[in-house]
Structure formats: C-alpha cells, structure tokens
C-alpha cells in the first residue's frame, strides 16, 4: 500500500512539474539557454573537450622522469645455477629480488616539447568546436521559435478572415429572409465560411508541430505544450551597420570557433610535422636502478641461511648509466612519417581554407538575401494596404448586392494571401538580421 502510495505522489509531483513548465512563458533567450543544457549531442562534445584536455595534461606529465619498481619470488627446481657463486647444483632453489630503477630522457629530438604544443592546440580546437555546436543549436531554436511566432500570425489572420465570413453569412441570411437574396448565395456564403475555418485548423494544427519542433530542439519531454513570449521585435529595414560581404566576413572570420578550430588543427599539424622529425634525431637518456635480492643458498660457515634482512641489505647494488641511441637506418620509417604528417598539415590547411571559402559564401548569400527581404518587406505593405482597401471596397458592394459570394471571396483571399505574404517576409528578414549581427560578432546569444 505504502508502495502504490509513493508511486502515485510521484506521478502527481511530475504532472505538477510538466504543467507548470507548459504554463511557463519563454523567452528566446530561456529557450536557448535550456537547450544547451539539456541537450544529449553537446555531451559528445564535451567528452571530446575532456579528452583532449586530458591528453594534454598527460602530455606534459611525459617530462617527469620514467619510475619502476620490480620483485619475484620463485622456487627452481633441480639441476641450475646458484646464483650466489654461479656453481652448478641438482637442488631446489628459492631466491627473491627487489629493484627500482629510473629513466630520464635528456634530448629527444624536441618531441615531448612539440607533443605538449601540439596536445594543447588540439584541446583548445575541441573547446572551439563545442562553442560553435552551440551556436548551431542556438540558431535551430531561433528558427522553431520564429515559426511558431509566424504560425501564430497565420492563425491572427485565418481568424480575421473567418470572422469576414461569419459576417457574411449572417448578412445573406438576412438578405435572403427580406427576399433580396436567393438560397444559392446561402450556399456559396457557407462554403466559404467553411473553407476559411479549415484554413484555421490547419493552421492551429501547423502550431502544434511548430511547438512539438521546438519541444524536441529543447530536448523538453512529456510535454507536447510550450507558450513562448508574444512579444514580436521587428527587423527595421536599415541597419547599423553596412551591410557588405567583405566587411562582415574579415569580422566573422576572427571570431566564428568554426574558423578558429581548424586555425588550432593547423598549428597542431605543423608542430606534429615537428614531432615526426624530432624520430631521426638521436636520443640521449639517463638511467639508473637500485636492486637487492635473498636466496636460499647464501649460507654462513656453519651451512645456516643467512636470515632475509642481512642478505636485503648485504645484496643490495646500484647502477647508473648513460644512453645514446641514434638513428641510422629503420626502413625509412623516420622520413616516411614525416612526410604523412606533411600531407596531413596540407589536408589540415586545406580544411580552413574551404571552411573560410564556405563562411564568405554564406555571408554573400545573407547580405542578398537581406538586400531583397528589405524590398519585399515595403512591396508586400504596399500591396497588404492596397488589397485590404480593395477588399473593403468589395465588401461595400456585396452588401449592395453588386458583387457576388465568389468576387468577394476572391477579393478576401488575395487579402489574407497578401497579409500571410508580409507577416511571412518580416519574420524572416528578422531572422537574416540576427544571423548576420551574428556574424558581425554583435550580442544575439547569450552564450557563455
């Protein structure tokens, strides 16, 4: 019972959460702020940053000198080496050796030195990248949040426009009722009133998509309900800026993490080139080791073993030396990674040049796109205030039976076609100049 009880209070403090996140009004930059947080393919990027991060921290540590520590114990069994006096016996043996032994390389062809370069570029590169994986979801929730503000104006207008029609309807049954009207015009007044409701349910089903978009950019579940703020900045058509490809590009192009990430992935070749050449240099290490050991058959006079703690400080040995270890020939191995690792900074050079080259390409196709959403923006109001005059123009004549249900639905259409046009040329002009302030390295994202 206890147990149907704890579940029930569960489920009712979930329902309780969920409604209250539906109830809750968003603002761009909560929604932002939520899908970053919440976000699962973000974490790929972030282990990323652990692991190059990590890497590079190892790669520093490989400057600390190599320390071991070594002990056997083992019995042997019948015909051997003593290894006390190296004479041959046909018995059993046990013997136990301890030893710490430690390396130090002196010169390595600068590897670990250029390793350590290298490691930190390529953490500070997937540092980058992760920041721009965040632009991009920013950018999916600004389009989501912008659609269902457009959806929502669709549904203002599709709204407008079946009220038009309820109007109509009433007035024809009005005109029919004094005769000045036949049932046919009934029909026609209903089949438009009915078209225009439909045109609304589609609309208010296309918000519920819109939403269920922007739910899942969120990563929000349990929920197919969210209410964004209705607060609609407008894009003005100037702005303050100019508005030039070349301008904006040499902005972008020194703060975009895209960009920076492969400038990082550059360097990190070139010191990895660095690396590979450092293998046909000759290399110069210090070593040394302390050991000791107990055996069986180190004996006193009287044939007694001697007891482990004489023999642990009796046997001990010490050694230090010097290595030189200089490269020749391997088979070419040393020049043929070299040159792989050229062909790989090359590969990496050419990355940031086609992602510079797609950065500018899509710069030119915004400052287009702006250039023509500016002229649309005043085409579509002019032609929103010329059909909304000659539609009220047309209504008067209906009233006086001069227009027929077919002339003024026409006359309708074209009005909410032109107003669905506008709202639809505004919202995206708003959208094209918050991606070009963007560029422009301009506060659009509040992104840490």
Known sequence: MNMILKRYFFLLVFSFCLSAMAQKVWTLDECIAYAIENNLQLNDFEFNEQSNEETYKQSLRALLPNLNGYTDYGVTFGRQVDPNDNSIVNTDLFANNYSLSASFDVFQGFQKINSIKA??????????????????????VMRAYYDIQFIRGLIVISKEQVGISETNYRLVEKQIEVGLMAGADLYEAE????????????????LVAAKLALLQAMNIQGTDEIEISPEFEEATAATQYPVESDSIFRTAVDFIPLIKAQELRVEAARKQVAVARGNLYPRLAVQGGYGTGYYETITDSLGVTIPFRTQFRDNTNQFIGVSLNVPIFNAWSGRSRVKQQKIALARAQNDAEIREQELYQLIQQLVQEHNALKTEVLQTEKRSEAEELSFAIAQKRYEKGLFNAIELGRAKNLLARAQNENLQVRLRLKVNKSTLDFYNNLPVFNIN
């Open 119 to 140: 490691s930190k570029l390529l953490y500070r590169a997937s540092l980058e990248e992760s920041l721009q994986q965040k632009y991009m979801l920013a950018f999916r």
């Open 191 to 206: 089949s438009i009133l009915l078209a225009d409701k439909l045109v609304l349910t589609q609309n208010r089903n296309r």
